[in-house]
């Protein structure tokens, strides 16, 4: 069964500062893996979409790499700023099923 | 503008009463999704729907029903048989075969259960 991991739960660091969010998965066949954003009470915004046979995707500031052998994608966030303060998730569709699996997500603040 | 409408965006229910939620979808998206989302935990699949007249129950769709007879539109129902109703609701779709496109959602509706 597929699980989705994403360590720390929180994570607080000042403005500027480059960051690393994590997300690990234990079954390395997947069809994609999705990066999203949850402000505070409201519905999710996707940020990047990543296919199984791609290394990475870049969005502005963003940059999303899959390691499926690993089992691991990272979500780099450039030049942090309070904006991007957010809980950020991802997601893995499974290559058997297409269902989605969903990990607990990343809580970040961005200190000014 | 394309895009997902929820609606309302808070609701409030006594025990024991039906309440329907709308989703709304302008993206010609095929694939539908409910979750439900509680403090601290992740997304919850309650039903999903991959085309017009047919949907799926998720992982939690004990008293929760749906219905899919337009493209556009999913609404679920809650209703009186489900223990604890209270949760934020995200309705969402995605193109694909399978529904395995980027996955947009709605703003969400609130239900809490006085």
């Known amino acids: ?112 | 503008d394309g895009g997902i409408t929820q609606s309302p965006k808070y609701l409030f229910r006594k025990e024991g009463q039906n309440v329907t939620l709308s989703c709304e979808q302008n993206l010609n998206h095929d694939a539908m999704y409910w979750y439900r989302q509680d403090p601290g935990q992740g997304l919850r699949l309650i039903y999903y729907s991959q085309i017009v007249n047919d949907f799926q129950k998720g992982d939690i769709a004990e008293g929760y029903s749906v219905s899919r007879e337009k493209k556009e539109s999913f609404p679920l129902t809650v209703t009186s048989a489900q223990k604890n109703p209270t949760a934020f609701y995200l309705c969402a779709s995605n193109h694909g075969g399978g529904g395995t496109g980027e996955l947009f959602f709605g703003e969400g509706s609130r239900l809490t259960v006085l």
């Open chain 1, 1 to 112: 069964k597929q699980e989705v991991t994403q360590i720390p739960a929180a994570l607080s660091v000042p403005e500027g500062e480059n960051l690393v969010l994590n997300c690990s998965f234990t079954d390395s066949a997947i069809y994609n893996l999705q990066w999203f954003r949850q402000d505070p009470g409201k519905g999710l915004t996707s940020l990047l979409l990543i296919q199984s046979s791609q290394r990475e995707q870049t969005s502005g500031r963003l940059n999303a790499s899959l390691d499926k052998s690993s089992g691991r994608s990272t979500l780099y966030i450039a030049a942090s700023q309070p904006g991007d303060s957010a809980t950020y998730l991802c997601a893995v569709t499974m290559d058997s099923n297409y269902q989605l699996i969903w990990g607990a997500g990343t809580k970040l603040i961005i200190k000014p």
